[in-house]
């Protein structure tokens, strides 16, 4: 059992950049392009962790450790998250919390070792990702206690086993207005379309990218492993609520999340080709707007 | 109901008139169907008459008078509201919020079809108020009027199920003669100033 309990984290670093290729490939297919290789997020991370990083003398420790605490704290969170049939492996009441603030330390490395390089830009990035990160963020946290408030339980692990069909039936509304609030969350977090897109590089319009500009190597690639475990756990919030199949069956249950997550990068890739980028300005409407459902949500129960 | 709320956020947030136009129509169809939903769809001759006459009134012909003003109109949308979009989302959480604590605090003299329905009428009631104090262009304050007409007769639906038809068929010869009357107006307002803002008006020239 003690293996079952390690095993979405290691599922996690095996299939979480397999998404991004799905997200891609659905784009490609959008477009009329063959897309990129299936396999080629982890070639890049390969390539990556096998170079050498070079270092600006301007920066200090803070900006080595960043991408390193940021790989290891998305580890710690995804020990906090059951996934199918998986159970977690650490689950007390009030980890739901644990698992929202674990992203915020995360973020908090990363902004601090964008400022850390002193270059201007990073520092544009830095103060957009806080900005609309404090209005994701109460989205996220209503969201979760939204759902726990439907299913009765404060640990992440009861309140996905607890989500059955059954529940859906009689909290069906506020489980969707949940759902939309944490999807507009989960492509926040993760820098996808509405509001930021993860191909520009323009330095106008980037958030994300632009705060890790300055990294390098083998740093580089825990960044960008970093943010697809990220994004793999975030989803595992959505696959929670919407594949309630507990059948019993580890296997059966875990394959049929698997496919979920599947297919929520399918679904990215399908909003990602169908919509722009909104203007930085309207971002934190849509924030808002998540946080508002997530309220509704809460209260319509 | 929820839909009833959801379409009172979107109006509260957003700023092109069209949009706005067709939003009010919509939640004025799900108003239609409100009193089928509260009776378990009991097919009823004067229940569905009623339904149909809502609908066709508040989902097709108010819009359509509304849009076309809004051709006739210089503006597409709101330009500079008193109360930004973000804070008026805010402002209707709150004010939601509210409005479920102040309908668990009521005494009703029987128990009500849908728990939730009083709460959302009052709430639509508030984003009307809101929408007519808070904005500057005629046309979106006549929509917040609509909308506070929709959430009094969400309203009655709640209390008295099957109230008289005649009533409810007498207010709703006075907001149509209203929207008729408000077209014409903003019409006028447009083709004397150029613009419809209603904040300019206060200081009237000779």
Same mark, same amino acid.
Not at chain 1, 275 to 295: D, E, N, W
Not at chain 2, 174 to 196: Q, S
């Given at each position: 059992?003690?293996?079952?309990?390690?095993?979405?984290?290691?599922?996690?670093?095996?299939?979480?950049?397999?998404?991004?290729?799905?997200?891609?490939?659905?784009?490609?297919?959008?477009?009329?392009?063959?897309?990129?290789?299936?396999?080629?997020?982890?070639?890049?991370?390969?390539?990556?962790?096998?170079?050498?990083?070079?270092?600006?003398?301007?920066?200090?420790?803070?900006?080595?450790?960043?991408?390193?605490?940021?790989?290891?704290?998305?580890?710690?969170?995804?020990?906090?998250?059951?996934?199918?049939?998986?159970?977690?492996?650490?689950?007390?009441?009030?980890?739901?919390?644990?698992?929202?603030?674990?992203?915020?330390?995360?973020?908090?490395?990363?902004?601090?070792?964008?400022?850390?390089?002193?270059?201007?830009?990073?520092?544009?990035?830095?103060?957009?990702?806080?900005?609309?990160?404090?209005?994701?963020?109460?989205?996220?946290?209503?969201?979760?206690?939204?759902?726990?408030?439907?299913?009765?339980?404060?640990?992440?692990?009861?309140?996905?086993?607890?989500?059955?069909?059954?529940?859906?039936?009689?909290?069906?509304?506020?489980?969707?207005?949940?759902?939309?609030?944490?999807?507009?969350?989960?492509?926040?977090?993760?820098?996808?379309?509405?509001?930021?897109?993860?191909?520009?590089?323009?330095?106008?319009?980037?958030?994300?990218?632009?705060?890790?500009?300055?990294?390098?190597?083998?740093?580089?690639?825990?960044?960008?492993?970093?943010?697809?475990?990220?994004?793999?756990?975030?989803?595992?919030?959505?696959?929670?609520?919407?594949?309630?199949?507990?059948?019993?069956?580890?296997?059966?249950?875990?394959?049929?999340?698997?496919?979920?997550?599947?297919?929520?990068?399918?679904?990215?890739?399908?909003?990602?080709?169908?919509?722009?980028?909104?203007?930085?300005?309207?971002?934190?409407?849509?924030?808002?707007?998540?946080?508002?459902?997530?309220?509704?949500?809460?209260?319509?129960? | 109901?929820?839909?009833?709320?959801?379409?009172?956020?979107?109006?509260?947030?957003?700023?092109?008139?069209?949009?706005?136009?067709?939003?009010?129509?919509?939640?004025?169809?799900?108003?239609?169907?409100?009193?089928?939903?509260?009776?378990?769809?009991?097919?009823?001759?004067?229940?569905?008459?009623?339904?149909?006459?809502?609908?066709?009134?508040?989902?097709?012909?108010?819009?359509?008078?509304?849009?076309?003003?809004?051709?006739?109109?210089?503006?597409?949308?709101?330009?500079?509201?008193?109360?930004?979009?973000?804070?008026?989302?805010?402002?209707?959480?709150?004010?939601?919020?509210?409005?479920?604590?102040?309908?668990?605090?009521?005494?009703?003299?029987?128990?009500?079809?849908?728990?939730?329905?009083?709460?959302?009428?009052?709430?639509?009631?508030?984003?009307?108020?809101?929408?007519?104090?808070?904005?500057?262009?005629?046309?979106?304050?006549? @929509?917040?009027?609509?909308? @506070?007409?929709?959430?009094?007769?969400?309203?009655?639906?709640?209390?008295?199920?099957?109230?008289?038809?005649?009533?409810?068929?007498?207010?709703?010869?006075?907001?149509?003669?209203?929207?008729?009357?408000?077209?014409?107006?903003?019409?006028?307002?447009?083709?004397?100033?150029?613009?419809?803002?209603?904040?300019?008006?206060?200081?009237?020239?000779?």
């Amino acid at each position: 059992m003690i293996i079952l309990k390690f095993a979405n984290p290691v599922l996690g670093l095996v299939i979480a950049p397999f998404l991004l290729s799905v997200i891609n490939r659905t784009k490609a297919a959008f477009a009329g392009r063959t897309g990129q290789p299936l396999l080629q997020p982890y070639y890049d991370i390969w390539k990556l962790l096998r170079k050498g990083a070079v270092y600006s003398r301007t920066t200090s420790w803070v900006f080595r450790v960043g991408p390193l605490l940021g790989l290891a704290v998305t580890l710690t969170a995804a020990l906090l998250m059951p996934f199918g049939g998986l159970p977690s492996a650490v689950s007390f009441n009030g980890d739901l919390i644990l698992f929202v603030y674990l992203f915020g330390l995360m973020r908090f490395f990363t902004v601090i070792s964008a400022m850390d390089t002193g270059s201007s830009f990073e520092g544009i990035g830095a103060s957009r990702e806080v900005t609309f990160s404090a209005l994701s963020e109460p989205a996220l946290l209503i969201g979760l206690a939204a759902i726990a408030k439907c299913t009765g339980y404060i640990s992440l692990t009861q309140m996905f086993s607890s989500v059955v069909p059954g529940l859906w039936l009689n909290s069906g509304p506020a489980l969707v207005l949940a759902g939309v609030a944490l999807l507009i969350v989960f492509l926040a977090e993760n820098c996808r379309i509405p509001v930021d897109d993860p191909n520009t590089h323009l330095e106008l319009t980037m958030i994300h990218e632009v705060m890790v500009l300055d990294h390098g190597g083998p740093d580089f690639g825990f960044i960008l492993y970093s943010a697809a475990l990220k994004m793999w756990l975030l989803g595992q919030i959505l696959i929670g609520i919407a594949v309630p199949i507990h059948t019993g069956n580890i296997l059966l249950d875990t394959s049929a999340a698997i496919v979920g997550m599947l297919l929520l990068a399918v679904v990215v890739g399908i909003i990602e080709s169908s919509m722009a980028r909104l203007r930085l300005l309207h971002v934190p409407q849509l924030l808002i707007g998540a946080t508002t459902l997530s309220v509704l949500a809460l209260v319509l129960r | 109901m929820i839909f009833l709320v959801l379409t009172n956020l979107m109006l509260l947030g957003l700023s092109r008139l069209g949009a706005c136009i067709r939003i009010v129509a919509l939640q004025g169809v799900a108003l239609g169907f409100l009193p089928l939903i509260l009776n378990d769809w009991d097919m009823e001759v004067h229940l569905v008459l009623f339904s149909i006459v809502i609908i066709s009134l508040k989902g097709i012909a108010f819009p359509w008078m509304l849009n076309r003003t809004l051709r006739e109109l210089a503006t597409q949308r709101e330009i500079e509201p008193f109360i930004g979009y973000g804070i008026s989302i805010i402002a209707g959480t709150i004010a939601l919020v509210m409005c479920m604590w102040l309908s668990s605090r009521l005494p009703f003299p029987e128990p009500l079809m849908s728990p939730l329905i009083v709460p959302v009428a009052f709430f639509t009631i508030m984003s009307g108020l809101f929408l007519i104090i808070s904005r500057k262009k005629a046309l979106t304050q006549v @929509l917040g009027y609509l909308v @506070l007409e929709n959430g009094i007769y969400a309203f009655g639906v709640a209390l008295v199920g099957k109230q008289p038809m005649l009533v409810e068929l007498g207010i709703l010869l006075d907001i149509f003669v209203a929207v008729f009357v408000m077209g014409i107006a903003m019409f006028h307002i447009n083709r004397e100033f150029d613009h419809i803002d209603t904040d300019q008006l206060s200081r009237l020239r000779s």
